[in-house]
């Protein structure tokens, strides 16, 4: 069981860049690929953006293209998000995920991290 542990969220406003991280305490050498879902209040989790941990190939859902960027450090067992051009839409808990398979939906995801809030002001 790989556990996660989330740091980087805060409140910033429109516009503005938040840097998450996201450090996997065990080895992940059974961990297929790592990333990002997020939830608002009253609505479901939604897929962010995940890498393959052993390519690094990456993957972003539409709402975040162009603005997140998704990373890793190998050696530290750490993968990033890097957030520009916040909107308040991207206000959510982002929970980071870890599974032996790629995923874009929440059910193909085995491990969860306890999550971190980032709420972009207007």
């Known amino acids: 069981q790989v556990q996660l542990v989330e740091s980087g969220g805060g409140l910033v406003q429109a516009g503005g860049s938040l840097r998450l991280s996201c450090t996997a305490s065990t080895g992940t050498f059974s961990t297929y690929a790592m990333g990002w879902f997020r939830q608002a209040p009253g609505k479901e989790r939604e897929f962010v953006a995940r890498i393959a941990w052993n390519t690094g190939n990456t993957y972003y859902a539409d709402s975040v293209k162009g603005r997140f960027t998704i990373s890793r450090d190998y050696a530290k067992n750490t993968v990033y998000l890097q957030m520009n051009s916040l909107k308040p839409e991207d206000t959510a808990v982002y929970l980071c995920?870890?599974?032996?398979?790629?995923?874009?939906?929440?059910?193909?995801?085995?491990?969860w991290g306890q999550g971190t809030q980032v709420t972009v002001s207007s």
């Open positions: 995920a870890a599974s032996n398979q790629l995923f874009t939906r929440a059910e193909y995801v085995s491990n």
